[in-house]
């Protein structure tokens, strides 16, 4: 997992309440072998206008001018502006999948569903709740000013603007902790990484068998 | 202190410990087309190495058709899963037996037969019956798609030890009794869940004097029973079994291994968490009538009748699977007639038991009741071995369709399937709903059950041909 330290990010505002993962990932989608690749299609009735299957070429469908994340001034985004009770509905690990592929980092709203705001984490997103006040001043900035970055430290727990407007958000310890260094499941089990090369030396010393090519 | 042989096989791979949770050393990591695309993906998402290549053994077997192979894989879902499991093997640097590899097979046959299940290994791979690899005295688990990514960058599993059990089998086995036989008897003994949360150990002088093939078949169905793993001490018969193959160690190293694989066994006086005790000369050939492992009974025996059942919760499960199966309460196993014969899977398709079928079916002929009886070896070097002693010959002659190996109908993820409705005598492991395709009535039997029970065109006792 990709640490998560700083990220100075063009924002881009998806100004919808209750967005589930279905939208976020259509399900017709979810028979991929893959984990990775979803980006093209992340909110894929919102943001072409035919109807999307796997295996489709979307450089050559017709993607809807409307929707926001297809605004040129959006293009390159690694912050997604949301609404409320963002990422609901299923538990689906393609959601975050999709989002991450696209290019986003990091997700701020003022509330998010359960499992996605843990999902997020697994993946190396950082969803950011701010006070509904706050993502709405956000949201006239990021709209009004094109170019509009946001820079979030995770270290010190702040999202800043460039008119130098701080807000404070919390996130628990651990999940800090995991992400700032990059640990997943797997990384944690590689804070061990000396014990491991030990046990496997001890290991082939006695079963050398065991290590034959 | 006294230890079990579960004991001795855990302790000997802790890495560290922490918060009741271990970090266990994997030694083998055998790897399909089905539950590894993800966890390829995740490591090159991460930039991540596979920790010990060497490790890693893989094949498809899931998906593969068991038909003519020349034209590749017709269906494009299962064709992408299995140049998936190609290409991430390739760019990995993974051995992989590759569909048209003489050696390739079910990876729970592949494994064993290479020498690459090893004494005293610890054996993962993203699939439930890797249990099977414990006949070797070895600790084998199935694990998850995420445990298969973390097994490959760590070369470690974050596993809790659990319980031990032990399954003791003692005297002789009748004539025609086999090891499916046992299984089938004991999850009909403690049920599917009896064994959850527990490593089995099975033991006895009837296990003593299985073969590898049939331990093979015992440890496959330990999961069947509920336990994440089932295994049988080392003996002579599995380091004979053992001695030769590619991957076994040679000369002065052998040596070094057979005496350490001699020291693995249950200690005296080592303590069970539970004990469960079969009397061999008293199992008869199983069938199961249901939908569940559980639901198994004697071949002299009749379909329950859900009325004399007082628990309603089981009473209900067997009226659900009565229907399901499309049988009366009280008919007799013997007079349920089949429409089609599975000899395969993981659990039954090497070579002892492609010959104990054989024997069976040699100069009879498949009942004209039954639309297909196909014989699916375990691995190509199971096919050619049958095919030089004229197995193929017996079967094709009884009407019986040859095929090329693989997991096939066991699970029905390649073409190979029951049609709705359609009653099948299988020597797989799971009669689940649908399992061998939708609507698919599913009777789990012996091999040599299955081709007497395709010669006849239903169920016979094996005994009294």
Not at chain 1, 40 to 56: I, Q
Request: charge should be negative; proline fraction near 5%.
């Amino acid at each position: 997992m990709q640490p998560f330290v700083t990220l100075d990010g063009l924002a881009v505002p998806l100004d919808r309440a209750n967005v589930d993962t279905d939208a976020i990932i259509p399900k017709q989608f979810l028979k991929s072998i893959k984990r990775s690749g979803f980006g093209p299609n992340a909110f894929d009735e919102w943001r072409y206008l035919d109807h999307g299957e796997p295996g489709m070429d979307n450089s050559q469908r017709k993607v809807n001018p409307d929707f926001v994340l297809n605004q040129p001034r959006y293009q390159g985004a690694e912050i997604l502006l949301a609404r409320e009770n963002f990422g609901c509905g299923s538990s689906r690990e393609h959601a975050p999948w999709a989002l991450l592929d696209y290019g986003f980092r990091a997700i701020v709203a003022p509330s998010f569903a359960d499992i996605f705001f843990n999902n997020c984490f697994k993946n190396g997103i950082l969803p950011v709740v701010l006070s509904a006040e706050a993502v709405d001043r956000l949201f006239k900035a990021v709209q009004t000013t094109p170019g509009y970055k946001i820079l979030i430290d995770l270290e010190k727990q702040t999202v800043q603007t460039p008119d130098g407007q701080a807000y404070s958000f919390e996130v628990d310890a651990f999940r800090k902790h995991c992400l700032l260094n990059g640990l997943d499941d797997i990384g944690l089990t590689l804070q061990h990484v000396d014990k491991i090369k030990a046990f496997e030396t001890q290991h082939k010393q006695t079963q050398p068998w065991l290590f034959n090519q | 202190m006294a230890k079990t042989l579960y004991d001795k096989l855990f302790d000997s791979h802790v890495v560290h410990e922490e918060n009741g949770a271990a970090l266990l050393y994997i030694d083998r990591h055998l790897v399909h087309e089905v539950t590894s695309p993800q966890a390829f993906e995740g490591l090159k998402l991460s930039a991540r190495k596979v920790w010990r290549v060497s490790s890693v053994l893989a094949v498809p077997d899931h998906n593969v058709p068991t038909t003519d192979r020349s034209k590749g894989i017709a269906d494009p879902v299962s064709r992408l899963q299995v140049e998936t499991l190609d290409n991430n093997c390739a760019e990995f640097g993974i051995t992989e037996f590759r569909m048209n590899d003489a050696r390739q097979g079910i990876v729970h046959v592949i494994g064993p037969e290479q020498g690459a299940t090893l004494p005293g290994m610890t054996v993962v791979c993203g699939d439930s019956h890797t249990s099977t690899h414990g006949a070797f005295g070895a600790l084998a688990h199935g694990i998850g798609t995420s445990e298969v990514e973390h097994v490959l960058a760590t070369q470690c599993l974050v596993q809790k030890k659990s319980k031990a059990m032990l399954v003791k089998v003692e005297g002789q086995l009748g004539r025609g009794i086999t090891a499916k036989d046992i299984a089938l008897a004991v999850i009909g003994k403690i049920g599917t869940a009896g064994g959850t949360g527990y490593a089995i150990e099975f033991a006895g002088s009837a296990i003593r004097g299985l073969s590898m093939e049939g331990r093979m078949t015992l440890c496959n169905m330990a999961i069947e029973a509920g336990a994440r793993a089932g295994m049988v001490a080392v003996d002579d018969t599995t380091i004979n079994y053992v001695k030769g193959r590619p991957y076994a160690p040679k000369a002065e190293q052998w040596d070094a291994a057979v005496a350490y694989w001699r020291t693995l066994h249950s200690d005296e006086g080592a303590k069970f968490d539970a004990v469960v005790e079969l009397d061999a000369a008293a199992i008869l050939p199983q069938v199961t009538w249901g939908t569940s492992p559980e639901m198994v009974t004697g071949i002299d025996g009749k379909v329950p009748d859900p009325a004399k059942e007082s628990d309603p919760t089981k009473r209900g499960g067997i009226e659900r699977a009565l229907e399901y199966m499309g049988l009366q309460a009280n008919t007799p196993i013997e007079q349920i007639h089949i429409d089609k014969v599975f000899i395969g899977s993981c659990t039954n398709s090497r070579i002892e038991d492609l010959r104990a079928a054989a024997a069976i079916a040699k100069g009879k002929h498949v009942a004209p009741n039954v639309k297909l009886a196909m014989v699916v070896p375990g691995s190509g070097l199971v096919k050619a071995q049958a095919e030089q002693e004229g197995l193929d010959k017996v079967f094709k002659d009884a009407g019986f369709e040859w095929r090329e190996p693989g997991c096939s109908m066991c699970l029905a993820m390649n073409a190979d399937r029951l049609e709705p409705g359609e009653r099948c005598a299988s020597t797989s492991n799971r009669n689940f709903e649908g399992r061998q395709g939708q609507g698919g009535r599913t009777h789990l039997v012996s091999p040599e059950m299955a081709a007497a029970a395709a010669v006849a065109g239903h169920f016979v006792d094996v005994r009294q041909l």
